[in-house]
């Protein structure tokens, strides 16, 4: 049978036609299999040569219970793969305990929770330092029936009388007149004054008869001219009565001024950078690294106190007892014994702190003082041509000993 170019052409145009309509349905397929099945492309010959096969329907939700396999214990105990517990820090797991947790606690106003925030900050790497906030915002000494500071102080104590030192932060509230046995007393007047320091005195007796030492810490300036003189008269109270009463009176007046002596509310941080370290509209508060800044006063302080509670540490070296020194001269003697230094029975003269002090730049002299001569064997040696002889014991000196 003989097919014409006509019909040759029919029948490879209705093939291309035929081959386009199989790849794109394979194409379509292929995608609808992806999306439902993740095999991709095999999930697509699956359906095609196994109908149904991917079409399998749900089972049906269970009625019975999940059971979980019990774990059964080895019988081994667990290791974290450290050898000994005696190599770890002290208070970490396997480690020797801890140290008993210094105990620090803060009163006072508004000032005195940010003074405890900075202390935080900086005790921050020692976790067996405990700061207590025991502060109230609007609390003073002048308004003891919103809140009488002495007579905490003394419920403190005697509800928790574990504390290593209290730091103490007051006065902003303070600038007002004073109700006593009936009188009112105006603010800083004489009679206000002496009132005034006797609280602070009260407040400081509880802790410094239970032996516990205080930390009183003056206000900062203050951007109100007004008040920032109310703030120095406040400090003279605290620095003379808290003294007086056995606390440590804190001055960091300095340290948030400019260098005018006037309030700032910018300044160098504990790190020396520049930084913001008064908050608020008023400037009365503190900032973070205010607050830091703060606590760096009393931070050399209470590191006294917190040292002595802290556990010592694997290899740190032991108190030596106090005949050492002795002990090492003796071992010492004994060496040089043994080596045939110095014969047992001999003292070897004391040596002195310094030698004689020689000018570096002064010219040369002689035993009597005079100079040098720059004519003796030596130059005239060398101005014939002749190395010096050289001296026993210098450094030009090779020759071998005998």
Same mark, same amino acid.
């Given at each position: 049978?003989?097919?014409?170019?006509?019909?040759?052409?029919?029948?490879?145009?209705?093939?291309?036609?035929?081959?386009?309509?199989?790849?794109?349905?394979?194409?379509?397929?292929?995608?609808?299999?992806?999306?439902?099945?993740?095999?991709?492309?095999?999930?697509?010959?699956?359906?095609?040569?196994?109908?149904?096969?991917?079409?399998?329907?749900?089972?049906?939700?269970?009625?019975?219970?999940?059971?979980?396999?019990?774990?059964?214990?080895?019988?081994?105990?667990?290791?974290?793969?450290?050898?000994?517990?005696?190599?770890?820090?002290?208070?970490?797991?396997?480690?020797?305990?801890?140290?008993?947790?210094?105990?620090?606690?803060?009163?006072?106003?508004?000032?005195?929770?940010?003074?405890?925030?900075?202390?935080?900050?900086?005790?921050?790497?020692?976790?067996?330092?405990?700061?207590?906030?025991?502060?109230?915002?609007?609390?003073?000494?002048?308004?003891?029936?919103?809140?009488?500071?002495?007579?905490?102080?003394?419920?403190?104590?005697?509800?928790?009388?574990?504390? !290593? @030192?209290? %730091?103490?932060?007051? #006065?902003?509230?303070?600038?007002?007149?004073?109700? &006593? +046995? /009936?009188?009112?007393?105006?603010?800083?007047?004489?009679?206000?004054?002496?009132?005034?320091?006797?609280?602070?005195?009260?407040?400081?007796?509880?802790?410094?008869?239970?032996?516990?030492?205080?930390?009183?810490?003056?206000?900062?300036?203050?951007?109100?001219?007004?008040?920032?003189?109310?703030?120095?008269?406040?400090?003279?109270?605290?620095?003379?009565?808290?003294?007086?009463?056995?606390?440590?009176?804190?001055?960091?007046? !300095? @340290?948030? %001024?400019?260098?005018? #002596?006037?309030?700032?509310?910018?300044?160098?941080? &504990? +790190? /020396?950078?520049?930084?913001?370290?008064?908050?608020?509209?008023?400037?009365?508060?503190?900032?973070?690294?205010?607050?830091?800044?703060?606590?760096?006063?009393?931070?050399?302080?209470?590191?006294?106190?917190?040292?002595?509670?802290?556990?010592?540490?694997?290899?740190?070296?032991?108190?030596?007892?106090?005949?050492?020194?002795?002990?090492?001269?003796?071992?010492?003697?004994?060496?040089?014994?043994?080596?045939?230094?110095?014969?047992?029975?001999? %003292?070897?003269?004391?040596?002195?702190?310094?030698?004689?002090?020689?000018?570096?730049?002064?010219?040369?002299?002689?035993?009597?003082?005079?100079?040098?001569?720059?004519?003796?064997?030596?130059?005239?040696?060398?101005?014939?041509?002749?190395?010096?002889?050289?001296?026993?014991?210098?450094?030009?000196?090779?020759?071998?000993?005998?």
């Amino acid at each position: 049978m003989q097919v014409t170019g006509h019909g040759l052409s029919w029948a490879l145009s209705w093939t291309v036609r035929l081959v386009g309509a199989v790849v794109c349905c394979w194409l379509l397929a292929a995608t609808v299999s992806r999306a439902q099945s993740p095999g991709g492309l095999p999930g697509f010959f699956q359906n095609l040569f196994n109908p149904g096969a991917g079409s399998q329907p749900a089972k049906k939700p269970s009625n019975e219970p999940l059971r979980v396999r019990a774990h059964k214990p080895s019988g081994k105990k667990a290791s974290d793969f450290v050898a000994t517990a005696a190599a770890r820090a002290p208070g970490a797991p396997g480690g020797s305990p801890a140290g008993p947790p210094t105990a620090i606690s803060v009163l006072g106003d508004s000032l005195a929770i940010l003074a405890a925030q900075g202390l935080t900050d900086a005790f921050a790497d020692r976790p067996e330092v405990s700061i207590t906030t025991l502060a109230r915002d609007l609390s003073g000494l002048t308004r003891d029936d919103y809140y009488d500071w002495p007579k905490a102080a003394r419920a403190l104590l005697a509800r928790n009388p574990k504390i !290593d @030192a209290a %730091v103490i932060m007051v #006065g902003i509230n303070d600038l007002q007149p004073m109700n &006593v +046995d /009936g009188r009112t007393l105006d603010t800083l007047s004489d009679d206000w004054r002496v009132k005034y320091g006797e609280r602070i005195e009260s407040l400081v007796a509880p802790f410094h008869a239970a032996q516990i030492p205080v930390y009183w810490i003056g206000l900062p300036p203050m951007q109100d001219e007004k008040f920032n003189g109310q703030a120095l008269a406040l400090n003279e109270l605290y620095r003379d009565h808290a003294q007086k009463a056995g606390a440590v009176y804190i001055d960091i007046w !300095d @340290a948030f %001024v400019d260098s005018d #002596g006037h309030y700032a509310a910018f300044g160098p941080d &504990v +790190d /020396g950078q520049n930084a913001k370290l008064r908050a608020g509209s008023d400037g009365i508060y503190f900032t973070k690294a205010g607050s830091r800044k703060l606590a760096h006063f009393l931070e050399a302080e209470l590191r006294k106190i917190t040292d002595k509670n802290k556990p010592q540490a694997e290899g740190d070296i032991a108190a030596l007892p106090p005949d050492i020194e002795q002990q090492a001269d003796d071992i010492n003697a004994q060496i040089r014994r043994e080596m045939g230094g110095t014969p047992a029975g001999v %003292v070897l003269p004391e040596r002195p702190l310094a030698g004689p002090i020689l000018s570096l730049t002064a010219h040369p002299v002689a035993a009597g003082g005079a100079l040098i001569d720059a004519g003796g064997p030596a130059t005239a040696s060398l101005r014939a041509g002749a190395a010096p002889e050289p001296q026993a014991g210098r450094a030009d000196d090779f020759r071998w000993p005998h």
